[in-house]
């Protein structure tokens, strides 16, 4: 079994930047893909951004290209830098781990094996 725990949620202004963090334990997993999703009040869980184990493949959803940055270290820990919020930003943001060696980007929540309890990101206007 592998365990997330993600934290750095909290409530910000609106072009203001939070940092999130995912640290990974349990079982050693060699190759994977670590991905973000976020989910808002009566909505799906969407994709926000993957990286996988070499950092060879990433991928983000359109809405946050350019304002979020997805980042990984040696220990399958991974960030998501994000900046310029904005209100539709607010959701529970979530990581997840695929293991394997896929060498696409991984944007379907069925796609993940692993998953952290969420972190809360609320954007004020």
């Known amino acids: 079994q592998v365990q997330l725990v993600e934290s750095g949620g909290g409530l910000v202004q609106a072009g203001g930047s939070l940092k999130l963090s995912c640290l990974a334990s349990?079982?050693?997993?060699?190759?994977?893909?670590m991905g973000w999703f976020r989910q808002a009040p009566g909505k799906e869980r969407e994709f926000v951004a993957a990286?996988?184990?070499?950092?060879?493949?990433i991928s983000y959803t359109d809405s946050v290209k350019g304002r979020f940055t997805i980042s990984r270290d040696n220990a399958k820990n991974t960030y998501l830098q994000m900046n310029s919020l904005k209100p539709e930003d607010t959701a529970v943001y979530f990581c997840?781990?695929?293991?394997?060696?896929?060498?696409?980007?991984?944007?379907?929540?069925?796609?993940?094996?692993?998953w952290g309890q969420g972190t809360q990101v609320t954007v004020s206007s």
């Open positions: 997840a781990l695929s293991p394997g060696a896929i060498l696409r980007p991984q944007r379907s929540p069925y796609d993940y094996n692993y």
């Open positions: 349990g079982r050693s997993v060699s190759t994977y893909t």
């Open positions: 990286i996988n184990w070499s950092g060879s493949v």
